[in-house]
C-alpha cells in the first residue's frame, strides 16, 4: 500500500466532507422554528404561562405585564424591535447602544476587529438589531409581582443619551432607571471595562413600599440564524447556543434542537452562550450562585437562550441586588479562560482539543518571536517535521525502496497479465526476498494524521489569525488568497510529492493519483491562505526530507 496515496485519499475525503457540510448549511433544507414554545417552570407548581406574556419573557413571573402603552407605542428599531430611544456608549475597545424600552444591549461594534483588511474603519458589528436573521442582541430584566418587574419590554430612562469612557478611566458605568408603583424603583447598571469586552450588568431593586417585594431577574441572549458573512461557505464553524456545567462540561445546542427540545437544567458555576466563528456572546452568573437555564424557539424565526436567578427579596425600605457578566466580543482563549471556568472550550477544537491546545501555545509563542503570522505557521510545521522526523523517515526509505522495485514490479505485472492470485504471490514473494513491508510506509503517515487534524482546526478557530497580514498580497491569512498563488504552489508541490513516489500499477488507479493535485488545487482556492500556507509549508519540507533518503537509496 502507497502510504501517500492513503494520505492523499483522506485528505480529498476531509474535503469533501467539509464542503458538503459547507453546502448543508447554506443550501440545504432548514428547521422551520414553531412559534412560542414553553419553557420549564421556574416555580414549583406553576400553571401555564399567562395569556399575554411576550413571547420572548421567559416564565417565571405571578401575572402577566404587559408593556406601558408609552412604550407599545414608541417608534420601532431598525429590526422590529420596538424602540424608547437610544444611548450610545463608547469606550477604548466597544462601541455600544442601548435602547430604553427594557434597556436592551442592541448594538455592539468592536473597534478593534474591522469588518474586512480593506475597510479598516469599519469596526466588526457583532450585536445588531437589524431586521431577520441578522438579529442579534442581549437582553434582561425582572421576574414577579404583576406591575413590579420590569421585563425587558418595559420602559427605562437615563440621565444622559451618551456615555464615554474619559482617559484613565479603568470603568464607565451607564445607569438606566425604571420607576413602579408604591415607591418601587430599578436600577440597571451598566459596568463597560477599559480593554476588556466583559461588562458587568446589575439590577438593583429598591423597594420604598411597605410590602416586600420578590422576585428573579433574567439575562438572555437572542439571535437569527445569520452566520457571519466573512465566513468561508467551504469551511464548517459551529453557529448557535450552547452552555457548560461543572458535570456535562462544555455542550452545543444547534438551532434545529432549540426548536425541538428546550433547554431547561439547573446549573451551579456554569454559563449560557450563543457561538460563532471567532466571536462570542455568553452569560455568566456568579460561580456561587444555582440558576435555570432556558431556551426557546420564536416566530422568524429567533431562538433565545438565557438564565434565570434564584428569588430575591427586597424588605420594606431595603433592597436587593440582581448581576451577571456578559462577555461579548472575540474568542481570546486566554482572557476566556480567566472570566469563567470552561468558557475557553467556545473556541472549539473538538476531540483533539488535548494535541490542538499545546499547538495553539506553541504557535502564539513562535508569533511572539518573530512577529508575524504566517512565518509563526511554517516554523511550527518545521518544527512538527522535526519532531517526526524518524517516522517519517520510515515512512519514506518504504517508499523509496518501492519506487526502486517499481520496474521488477511491473515485470512481474507484464508476465503473469490478469492472474491476480499468481501476481499477488509473485509480489509478496518479491518483497520478502528485498526485505520490504509494502504496509512500511502507511503507520508513521497514521500516527502524525492526528496532529495535522488539530493543526488544521487551531488555524481555522483561532480569532488572532483573523486579518493577520503574511506578506506581499496576503493581507489576511484567514481569507482566501485573492490571486490563488499558494494554491497553485500547493498543487505543484503535490504532482512534484508525487514524482518522488511510486506511482500505482493500475493504469485508472494512475489516472486518479495525477488529477489529485488539479482537485486539490480548486479546493484549496477557497480556503483560508493560512491552511494553504501551512499545507504547501509541509509539502515542500516533505518534498525534501523525500528527495534526500530516494538519493541515498538510489531512487531518484
Known amino acids: 500500500m502507497d502510504s501517500v496515496r492513503l494520505l492523499l485519499w483522506g485528505a480529498l475525503g476531509l474535503v469533501l466532507i467539509l464542503a458538503w457540510e459547507a453546502w448543508q448549511r ?32 421567559p416564565e417565571g413571573t405571578d401575572a402577566p405585564e404587559t408593556p406601558p402603552a408609552s412604550s407599545a407605542a414608541a417608534g420601532a428599531a431598525a429590526g422590529g424591535l420596538p424602540s424608547a430611544g437610544r444611548v450610545r456608549v463608547e469606550t477604548d475597545v466597544v462601541r455600544a447602544e442601548l435602547d430604553l424600552r427594557g434597556g436592551d444591549l442592541r448594538r455592539l461594534d468592536l473597534l478593534r476587529y474591522p469588518v474586512a483588511v480593506d475597510r479598516p474603519d469599519e469596526p466588526f458589528r457583532l450585536l445588531d438589531d437589524d431586521s431577520g436573521p441578522r438579529l442579534y442582541v442581549a437582553q434582561s430584566g425582572l421576574l414577579g409581582p404583576e406591575g413590579r418587574a420590569p421585563t425587558h419590554h418595559a420602559r427605562l430612562r437615563a440621565g444622559a443619551d451618551r456615555y464615554r469612557l474619559a482617559g484613565g478611566a479603568k470603568e464607565l458605568v451607564v445607569p438606566l432607571v425604571w420607576e413602579g408603583p408604591d415607591g ?31 422576585g428573579r431577574a433574567y439575562f438572555q441572549l437572542q439571535r437569527g440564524a445569520a452566520a457571519d458573512p466573512s465566513t468561508s461557505r467551504f469551511l464548517y464553524t459551529y453557529l448557535g447556543a450552547a452552555y457548560y ?18 433547554l431547561a437544567r439547573d446549573v451551579r458555576g456554569g454559563w449560557v452562550a450563543m457561538v460563532q466563528h471567532y466571536f462570542l456572546g455568553a452569560w455568566i452568573p456568579p460561580e456561587a450562585q444555582t440558576v435555570r437555564l432556558y431556551s426557546r424557539a420564536l416566530d422568524g424565526p429567533r431562538y433565545v437562550v438565557g438564565l434565570v436567578t434564584p428569588p430575591q427579596e ?24 480567566e472570566v469563567a471556568e470552561g468558557l475557553e472550550l467556545t473556541v472549539d477544537y473538538g476531540i483533539l482539543t488535548v494535541l490542538a491546545k499545546p499547538l495553539f501555545w506553541l504557535l502564539k509563542l513562535i508569533h511572539g518571536a518573530v512577529g508575524n503570522w504566517g512565518w509563526a ?33 511491473q515485470a512481474l505485472k507484464e508476465r503473469y497479465g490478469d492472474d491476480k492470485q499468481r501476481l499477488n504471490q509473485a509480489m509478496m514473494e518479491l518483497y520478502r526476498k528485498e526485505k520490504i513491508n509494502p504496509l512500511g510506509g502507511c503507520l508513521p503517515i497514521l500516527v502524525q494524521i492526528p496532529v495535522f487534524i488539530a493543526l488544521y482546526w487551531v488555524l481555522l478557530e483561532s480569532v488572532e489569525l483573523r486579518q493577520a497580514p503574511f506578506l506581499l498580497w496576503i ?27 511510486p506511482m500505482p500499477m493500475d493504469p485508472v488507479q494512475a489516472k486518479v493519483m495525477m488529477a489529485l493535485p488539479v482537485v486539490f488545487t480548486i479546493f484549496f482556492a477557497f480556503f483560508p491562505s493560512g491552511l494553504v500556507l501551512y499545507w504547501l509549508a509541509n509539502n515542500v519540507l516533505s518534498i525534501a526530507q523525500q528527495w534526500v533518503i530516494n538519493r541515498r537509496l538510489g531512487a531518484t
Open 184 to 214: 418601587l424603583r430599578v436600577e440597571k447598571r451598566y459596568v463597560f471595562r477599559r480593554g476588556d469586552y466583559l461588562v458587568r450588568v446589575e439590577q438593583r431593586v429598591i423597594n420604598g413600599g411597605s410590602e416586600p417585594w420578590r
Open 26 to 57: 447554506d443550501y440545504g433544507p432548514r428547521p422551520q422554528a414553531p412559534g412560542t414554545q414553553p419553557t420549564p417552570q421556574m416555580e414549583a407548581g406553576g400553571g401555564q404561562e399567562p395569556a399575554g406574556r411576550p413571547a420572548d419573557v
Open 245 to 262: 456545567s461543572p458535570e456535562e462540561r462544555y455542550e452545543k445546542l444547534p438551532f434545529d434542537e432549540l426548536a425541538e427540545r428546550p
Open 314 to 337: 427586597a424588605p420594606p425600605g431595603g433592597e436587593t441586588v440582581f448581576a451577571a457578566e456578559l462577555w461579548a466580543g472575540p474568542k481570546l482563549q486566554d482572557r476566556l479562560s
Open 377 to 409: 505557521i511554517v516554523l511550527l510545521t518545521l518544527l512538527i517535521k522535526l519532531a517526526f522526523y524518524k517516522l517519517s523517515e520510515t515512512s519514506y526509505r518504504s517508499m523509496a525502496k518501492m519506487k526502486k522495485l517499481a520496474p521488477r514490479l
Open 475 to 501: 493581507r489576511d491569512l484567514s481569507t482566501p488568497d485573492p490571486y490563488y498563488v499558494l494554491p497553485v504552489l500547493m498543487g505543484l508541490t503535490m504532482f512534484v510529492q508525487q514524482r518522488l513516489n
